[in-house]
């Protein structure tokens, strides 16, 4: 998938969500290999409420790639 149509994906109903995914797709998706890059664009078909709940830590990812991806943001943004 493009960058500019996971940009536009990764943008949420939130300014929050907004900086905190899109941010990771700037720093990170680049460098990151094929398996997480296909975590990182199904993740974004989730629901932002869980996207929030994930990344607040009131909650786990079902699956550990996804998670994967969440520790990396809460770690860089110190949640």
């Known amino acids: 998938m493009s960058l500019s149509r996971l940009r536009w994906r990764a943008r949420r109903g939130t300014r929050e969500l ?4 899109g941010g990771w797709l700037d720093e ?3 460098k990151a290999d094929p398996a997480t ?3 990182f664009d199904e993740l974004l078909d989730t629901q932002d409420p869980d996207l929030w709940d994930w990344i607040m830590g009131h909650a786990q990812a079902p699956r550990a790639d ?3 991806i969440i520790d990396d943001i809460r770690t860089r943004h110190r949640l």
């Not at 907004?18 to 995914?21: E, I, K, R, T």
């Open 37 to 39: 890059r296909e975590a």
């Open 28 to 30: 990170r998706y680049g």
């Open 18 to 21: 907004d900086a905190l995914l």
């Open 66 to 68: 996804w998670q994967a």
